[in-house]
């Protein structure tokens, strides 16, 4: 279970262009203050957006986690690093390669491990792990073979791919998918001003929003990012598009999409009748596996009907939703259909596991310098299965970044690494650390799932007394500046609450947002030091009086709690 409050917390605060000690590309910065005109800017209020600053963060290349130590609770080495397996998404490291066995460096076995089950220890700068090294070399082998495997179901890779699908959660559900099937259609066509990639129980979302000719501006849920941003069609900042969506019902103004087209490509990800298409197989791995199953049904007569209805709600391969590291590095850099450079290496938050930033080696042509390597925010990379990095980023908007420091750790101030997103007009982002848990089993989104399940008994539950106080309760209008986001416990047994201190005109206001294990989007939608008007009401928890959020408002953004007097989290 991720921990309740971020490591890598969001401070807002104007910040000055002078670090000390990173290199930046000052002379470039000033030639290029203006905004590239196919470079909107994200925020749509027409405020000047403030650079946030990261706090606590521990930032390090991804090569110099390359052979770091793994020992056990015995204080016996066990196993090295050799490499991670990012979501190509979220920039999440999901596992871990590690290799046991090794004599002088030489021979061992490859295994993954999820990144989780892995402890670390700050004195000796070195990871830990609740296992033996012969426990360690019954886990099935991790080899490039059986890597590549995992997508055309080739038999080398059976072990490797029992251990993933027991490890992983349920990657073809879509929240959406009962909005696609009864909602209204609309086509939206427009320019992209805003991407964003959003937490829900599902995963990680793109979210585009589109303006059209009016100027009227379109919020659509597209899918999951490692799908959106896996494909050759990737929306981009300042694209041209057509969007076949349908309107959700709970939130007036947003959509979900069912197709984009996007410059001429089309981006399926929806079908007529609401199933998601990250959910299914290809064309080829369907027709592959329907036909190894023929061979079987020969045998044990097998119903074809079923047989197809397993092999169609069969999740993606592993391999379409991660990607190695070490395949990253050295791949070729699109800036907006112009080659700029190569991966040099990822910087990721050892804290969180979260690749935050790569560090690109522009081509000389491209920026006209010479050795010199720029660091770009994660969420503006995309990375398609079949290899290609593309950043929704303009030559002027690599040049105003930060270079990449020959200290890396010089980022760990905040300052400077928020300097990087402000460079790519994006926002500040909050990573969550995972809890370091050595019963790897018991994976975190396992954990969500359960802890989301409302029995009788739960207060919070769409027919509990909380949600029959709000109901009932009258309205009640908090506005002002929040200043904290915490967790409120309670002492009849009733789940904590995650809620949010508003400082108003009137004094401080603390309003609930929530049970704490659903308000993932708190942190997103009040961030400290924004400014937020909530519609709440009155309810009673454990003898006293709460203010409890209906609908948070803030930087453009509504944060809906209920739909049709329903809560989200038991809708």
Not at 298 to 326: C, F, G, H, I, Y
Not at 418 to 438: E, L
Not at 525 to 554: F, N, P, W
Request: aromatic share 6%; proline share 4%.
């Amino acid at each position: 279970m991720r921990a309740q409050m971020s490591v890598c917390s969001v401070r807002f605060a104007s910040i000055l262009f002078a670090a000390a000690g990173l290199a930046i590309a000052g002379p470039a910065m000033a030639q290029n203050s203006t905004q590239p005109e196919k470079s909107p800017r994200i925020d749509r209020d027409g405020r000047e957006k403030q650079a946030g600053k990261l706090s606590a963060c521990d930032f390090r290349p991804q090569s110099w986690f390359n052979g770091l130590d793994v020992y056990n609770d015995r204080n016996e080495h066990i196993a090295d690093v050799s490499d991670f397996i990012v979501n190509r998404g979220s920039g999440r490291v999901d596992y871990v390669v590690l290799k046991t066995g090794q004599t002088m460096g030489m021979g061992g076995k490859a295994i993954t491990m999820p990144f989780g089950s892995l402890r670390w220890d700050a004195n000796e700068e070195r990871f830990t792990l609740n296992a033996t090294e012969d426990q360690l070399k019954t886990y099935p082998e991790f080899t490039p073979e059986s890597w590549a495997g995992l997508t055309d179901e080739k038999p080398v890779s059976q072990k490797l791919r029992d251990w993933f699908n027991s490890d992983q959660p349920d990657w073809s559900s879509d929240p959406y998918a009962g909005s696609v099937k009864n909602g209204q259609k609309k086509t939206i066509e427009g320019e992209i001003t805003r991407l964003d990639r959003e937490d829900t129980a599902s995963g990680e979302q793109v979210v585009a929003t589109v303006r059209d000719s009016s100027g009227t501006e379109h919020k659509v849920w597209l899918g999951p990012s490692w799908f959106v941003n896996g494909s050759n069609a990737t929306p981009m900042r300042g694209d041209k598009v057509r969007v076949e969506a349908i309107a959700l019902e709970r939130d007036n103004g947003k959509y979900v999409g069912r197709s984009v087209e996007i410059n001429g490509k089309n981006l399926d990800l929806r079908g007529d009748d609401g199933n998601p298409r990250w959910s299914r197989m290809d064309d080829s791995r369907r027709d592959d596996a329907n036909r190894r199953d023929t061979d079987r049904d020969n045998r044990d007569n097998r119903d074809r009907k079923d047989m197809d209805r397993v092999v169609m709600s069969e999740s993606p391969s592993l391999t379409w939703r991660s990607v190695l590291a070490s395949e990253l590095k050295g791949r070729t850099v699109i800036c907006r259909g112009q080659e700029c450079g190569k991966v040099n290496d990822l910087i990721v938050d050892r804290h969180s596991g979260n690749v935050a930033m790569i560090s690109i080696d522009p081509n000389e042509n491209f920026l006209g310098i010479a050795d010199t390597k720029h660091l770009v925010p994660w969420q503006v990379t995309t990375v398609a299965t079949d290899g290609t990095v593309r950043i929704d980023a303009s030559k002027e908007m690599v040049l105003a970044s930060p270079q990449t420091p020959s200290d890396v750790s010089q980022l760990n101030n905040g300052t400077t690494a928020a300097m990087v997103y402000k460079a790519y007009d994006v926002d500040v982002p909050s990573f969550r650390p995972v809890t370091m848990n050595s019963n790897w089993r018991n994976n975190d989104a396992d954990q969500r799932h359960d802890q989301r399940k409302m029995t009788l008994d739960n207060p919070w539950r769409k027919d509990g007394p909380i949600v029959r106080d709000v109901q009932k309760g009258s309205a009640v209008r908090v506005q002002g500046e929040v200043t904290e986001i915490t967790q409120v416990t309670f002492n009849n047994g009733t789940p904590a609450a995650k809620a949010v201190r508003v400082k108003t005109d009137n004094g401080e206001k603390l309003v609930l947002v929530g049970p704490a294990t659903h308000a993932e989007k708190a942190e997103q939608h009040c961030k400290t030091g924004s400014t937020v008007q909530i519609d709440a009401a009155e309810v009673t928890i454990d003898g006293q009086k709460y203010l409890m959020a209906r609908k948070v408002a803030s930087q453009g953004r509504d944060w809906n709690l209920f739909d049709a007097n329903a809560p989200v989290w038991d809708s």
